[in-house]
Nanobody
Framework: QVQLVESGGGLVQAGGSLRLSCAAS????????MGWFRQAPGKERELVAA????????RYADSVKGRFTISRDNAKNTVYLQMNSLKPEDSAVYYC???????????????WGQGTQVTVYS
């Protein structure tokens, strides 16, 4: 029903920036809450940021608040994660998630993309 494809990952020096994109299929994209998760080696997936279907609410992990910004363009069926002031501890595979329920997205339920690698070096 919903397919998600992440892009924009790569190798970046500490202090640099990246913008991740998540392209979603389906004409009902605007009805889904969206989220970004990340998973580092040996760790579970953790919520990075989430955004409601209307863009009226957002949520960020304390570790990224003030550095990362989630946004969406429903006309393009795309969700973005702007990552600034990157740190080595931000290195992980970043995944896009979608669900009609905002609480389900925060809980890690719903549809998932394949992920995009982000590596921050210093």
């Amino acid at each position: 029903q919903v397919q998600l494809v992440e892009s924009g990952g790569g190798l970046v020096q500490a202090g640099g920036s990246l913008r991740l994109s998540c392209a979603a299929s389906g004409r009902t994209f605007s009805s889904y809450a969206m989220g970004w998760f990340r998973q580092a080696p040996g760790k579970e997936r953790e919520l990075v940021a989430a955004i409601g279907w209307s863009g009226g609410w957002t949520r960020y992990a304390d570790s990224v608040k003030g550095r990362f910004t989630i946004s969406r363009d429903n006309a393009k069926n795309t969700v973005y994660l702007q990552m600034n002031s990157l740190k080595p501890e931000d290195s992980a595979v970043y995944y896009c998630a979608a669900h009609q329920s905002s609480s389900a997205v925060v809980a890690g339920k719903g549809y998932w993309g394949q992920g995009t690698q982000v590596t921050v070096y210093s």
